[in-house]
Nanobody, 113 residues
Framework: QVQLVESGGGLVQPGGSLRLSCAAS????????MFWVRQAPGKGLEWVSS????????SYADSVKGRFTISRDNAKNTLYLQMNSLKSDDTAVYYC??????WGQGTRVTVSS
């Protein structure tokens, strides 16, 4: 079955960096757009970034543009989110989202001094 497993979250100081990963299985990863979505404490889901199936097109929410970079390795069936210059507003659970309404379990990112 379709499975998405995120990793890489943690506690980081403002201005720091983290790299999230999402390991995909159960479908042809290279054939689908993939997405990162986050949910801050007490708030709804917020789309963060998207990437085309071949990595040839990416898009970002204005709130992360210039700081976050989405990428993928289709040979490894893995999606990434490089997060730089982190702010307290980036504190959230980050989810990987893919085809067939698939979601990972989420990885928590806390930005705090």
């Amino acid at each position: 079955q379709v499975q998405l497993v995120e990793s890489g979250g943690g506690l980081v100081q403002p201005g720091g960096s983290l790299r999230l990963s999402c390991a995909a299985s159960g479908f042809t990863f290279s054939g689908y757009w993939m997405f990162w979505v986050r949910q801050a404490p007490g708030k709804g889901l917020e789309w963060v970034s998207s990437i085309k199936y071949d990595g040839g097109r990416t898009s970002y929410a204005d709130s992360v543009k210039g700081r976050f970079t989405i990428s993928r390795d289709n040979a490894k069936n893995t999606l990434y989110l490089q997060m730089n210059s982190l702010k307290s507003d980036d504190t959230a659970v980050y989810y990987c989202h893919g085809p067939f309404a698939s979601w990972g379990q989420g990885t928590r990112v806390t930005v705090s001094s």
